[in-house]
């Protein structure tokens, strides 16, 4: 079976713990645990990744459909946070996001990008598997 989009990252680790050197592409960067947690701080730890993957996407996505849609915006911030909680001895996982869109959209455009928002590839792949919650701010 064929698929339509591939994407491919390497990680590894040596002997420092825990920073894993990523390469994605042409791109290399750092995972890593706090300081306090062992590692050596030297990247963004793995739910952190995962979040700004979330958020980037959202923002380029918002982007993008203002660019069709010839409307003018001026930025968009996304701020996410992940909450895991154990429940019966699950982990129930909730992202919450709050969305700042600058530029001088109307209410209903707003409301559009929100909608919009929740379509970005990223939260595509997550959402089955965790709930996702956007706002506007």
Not at 52 to 78: Q, R
Not at 90 to 98: F, G, S
């Amino acid at each position: 079976m064929s698929a339509d989009k591939v994407n491919k990252v390497k990680a590894a680790i040596g002997k420092v713990p825990y920073t894993t050197t990523i390469i994605a592409g042409e791109h290399e960067f750092y995972t890593d645990e706090t300081v306090a947690e062992g590692g050596s701080g030297k990247g963004p730890k793995c739910h952190d990744l995962l979040l700004a993957s979330l958020a980037s996407c959202t923002c380029i996505t918002l982007k993008m459909y203002a660019n069709t849609k010839g409307w003018i915006l001026d930025g968009v911030e996304a701020e996410a946070e992940m909450v895991r909680n154990m429940v019966n001895g699950v982990q129930l996982t909730e992202v919450r996001m709050k969305l700042t869109i600058s530029g001088p959209l109307d209410d209903e455009q707003r409301q559009r990008m929100l909608f919009i928002a929740g379509k970005c590839p990223v939260h595509k792949t997550l959402s089955p598997a965790m709930k996702i919650e956007i706002l506007l701010a």
